[in-house]
């Protein structure tokens, strides 16, 4: 169960960081937008939490042609491509991203979950180090000396920041949309 929820994590992060470049992309552009014109722009109009079981994505194709290398896909250097499948994804996971959210707004669901997940990616980083220093400092003679803090730590510190970047980008598209920022009333 933990490595299937650690998978089902790592997909959501994927498509909710795709969403939220877009959103950031619009609300760079253009303030004052309507939850419509937002909705219609990520390709999510007319989806509500109570109807997500009749998002209809396109269906798996029978035969897969995998690239030798995986900067060889086609989505890696094409924005359009990536988006695309992304959003195809985000349909798919819909009902496990909104599952026992009640009957809510759509984006505000999504953009919540984005900064729980880069929370939680930024915790378990931190929570793993620290793991890691404890069992050297247990076991290898000089490992306190040798090696930097979890505290310290580039990686820790760049999920941190991570994390923290999200919340910024959650907060600009809310604020282009003329929205409470949900970050702040959730405290996620």
């Known amino acids: 169960q933990i490595g299937i929820t650690a998978y089902t994590d790592a997909i959501q992060r994927y498509v909710l960081r795709g969403l ?19 909705l219609r722009h990520v390709g999510l109009e007319g989806i509500s939490a109570d109807n997500l079981r009749a998002v209809d994505a396109s269906p798996s194709k029978p035969v897969v042609n ?34 026992g959210k009640g009957s809510g707004d759509v984006l505000s669901g ?14 378990r980083v931190y929570k793993s180090k620290s793991r890691d220093d404890a069992r ?27 994390a923290e970047s999200v919340k910024k980008d959650v907060g600009l598209v809310e604020a282009a949309m003329g929205l409470e920022s949900s970050v702040v009333r959730s405290r996620l």
């Open 66 to 99: 995998w690239p030798v290398l995986p900067w060889n896909e086609a989505s890696h250097a094409n924005a359009e491509a990536l988006w695309k499948h992304q959003h195809t994804l985000l349909l798919r996971e819909l009902p496990s991203i909104l599952s």
């Open 136 to 162: 050297g400092a247990a076991t290898v003679p000089g490992y306190k000396e040798a090696h930097i803090a979890a505290e310290k730590d580039l990686v820790v510190l760049a999920a941190k920041e991570e």
């Open 20 to 38: 939220l470049d877009r959103l950031v992309a619009l609300a760079s552009e253009k303030k004052g937008l309507s939850k419509a014109e937002v």
């Open 110 to 123: 999504l953009l919540r979950k984005c900064v729980a997940l880069e929370d939680d990616h930024a915790t």
